[in-house]
């Protein structure tokens, strides 16, 4: 019940309540900022949401988020191309990039399989990642999915689909995170990183 | 560090990062959710900012938020025009009507007093309070300005000023919150709960 504001402000309110975190009481307290913002500055807050939504889309190599056709990783001849990393979302190659430990290429499935949400296969760019694999270039494919349920199964479906290519598949390894307290850390986590033990 | 983007998700993460409550991290998930959303429902958000800042303005009168030169409860007629509400800011206003205890006019002064800030009365809109009571038909000046120490200076301030104009001046009543347990209430309001205890 927020009646009491003109109508402008409501509608505002109501749009912004619909992003994912933003309750009502936080879009009513962003409205209230936004009011008191410089008009110049809303306008290219404003302005950024239409340009994001006009000039980005997905490469059409890797299917990673680009403002060209091709993006700027698949387009950077300084990065090995005989190594694609195949991760779930834009997020996860974003993630993996910070971390500065990967120079090939990536794979961005846009997705897991989780067949309780109707994602199978086809709703997945596997069959992309197939096609870039039968040019013949690739020597590992490195499955970067995530480490829980659907992550895994993606993982599993894709080293049985691969399996009869002549490419090295691997997995990124899982255990105890770097800085993890033994006391913190789930038991799932524990047990695999005990039975993955590594010679020192 | 997120220079892994394209340029036009970057520029919206950073814009995005301005608002209040919003660190780099939350402008990030807000931004590739917009990517997610649909066209319209962007530009519907995007024109939904720029309408608030082309029709919002401040009422003539009260100066409270108003998409007209005169807001709705200064032109509404059943509203008791002689009692006067002041309060610090729109949004307390919206609070007083919607606990639905008020059926009077307001006055929004823009701010409370604040020397430290630079503030002083004539940053209020103090002088259009007074002209409102001098045109004589105001009875009671209800003095709703915060229980923090600018909001009791604001009020001590204008109880001064308009003490020598026939009307009778109140003050919200401080005290124990309605649901509250006394074990969680801090102590000056509990010291003036007590003080100002009221016969049964």
Redesign the interface.
Do not use: F, W
């Given at each position: 019940?927020?009646s009491?504001?003109?109508?402008?402000?409501l509608?505002?309110i109501k749009?912004?309540s619909?992003?994912?975190?933003i309750g009502e009481k936080?879009a009513?307290?962003?409205?209230?900022?936004?009011?008191r913002m410089p008009?110049k500055?809303?306008?290219?807050?404003?302005?950024?949401?239409?340009?994001?939504?006009?000039?980005?889309r997905l490469c059409s190599i890797c299917f990673g988020?680009?403002?060209?056709d091709i993006?700027?990783i698949c387009s950077d001849g300084r990065r090995d191309e005989s190594v694609i990393c195949v991760v779930e979302q834009?997020?996860d190659?974003?993630s993996i990039?910070?971390s500065g430990s990967f120079k090939g290429r990536y794979h961005i499935l846009q997705g897991a399989l989780s067949p309780m949400d109707g994602i199978g296969p086809d709703n997945l760019r596997i069959r992309e990642l197939i096609t870039r694999i039968e040019k013949g270039k690739i020597k590992e494919v490195v499955l970067a999915t995530g480490t829980n349920v659907e992550g895994e199964a993606t993982a599993s479906y894709l080293a049985q689909r691969l399996e009869n290519y002549s490419i090295q598949l691997t997995r990124i390894a899982t255990g105890v995170p770097i800085g993890g307290d033994l006391k913190y850390i789930d038991q799932v986590t524990l047990k695999k990183a005990m039975e993955t033990r590594q010679p020192v």
């Open positions: 019940m927020m009491h504001y003109p109508s402008s402000i509608n505002l749009n912004l619909k992003l994912p975190g936080t009513e307290r962003l409205t209230m900022h936004l009011l008009r500055d809303v306008e290219q807050l404003s302005q950024s949401m239409l340009e994001l939504k006009a000039q980005i988020l680009s403002d060209k993006c700027n834009p997020g190659m974003v990039e910070k």
